[in-house]
Nanobody, 120 residues
Framework: QVHLVEVGGGLVQAGGSMSLSCSAA????????MKWYRQAPGQERELVAR????????DYADSVRGRFTISRDNPKNTLYLHMNNLKPEDTAVYYCAAARSWIGNLSDYYGQGTQVTVSS
């Protein structure tokens, strides 16, 4: 059975750091572009970061560039998001996704999400 499971959300103070992980099961993550999305209440889902299959090419939303780092460990079938200098506006549910396409918002698989709350 295919699924993605995010771990690592919680409450952190502004300026703090937090790391998320996303474990994949039922498929080989190495064959997919992996993405992190987030969605805050009342807002549209936002692409936060993405990483190509080999982990060499990455891309970030302007709002997180320089603060967040996406990485992957294909043998472990795990995706990571390291977040530094967190801001209250980073508060959202964070989702990982496995996609075939670098562009667009369609993905083959999505996780259930993990809540990240940044207090001011």
């Amino acid at each position: 059975q295919v699924h993605l499971v995010e771990v690592g959300g919680g409450l952190v103070q502004a300026g703090g750091s937090m790391s998320l992980s996303c474990s994949a099961a039922g498929f080989s993550m190495s064959q997919y572009i992996m993405k992190w999305y987030r969605q805050a209440p009342g807002q549209e889902r936002e692409l936060v970061a993405r990483i190509r299959e080999l982990g060499i090419v990455t891309d970030y939303a302007d709002s997180v560039r320089g603060r967040f780092t996406i990485s992957r460990d294909n043998p472990k079938n795990t995706l990571y998001l390291h977040m530094n200098n967190l801001k209250p506006e980073d508060t959202a549910v964070y989702y990982c996704a496995a996609a075939r396409s670098w562009i667009g918002n369609l993905s083959d698989y999505y996780g259930q999400g993990t809540q990240v709350t940044v207090s001011s």
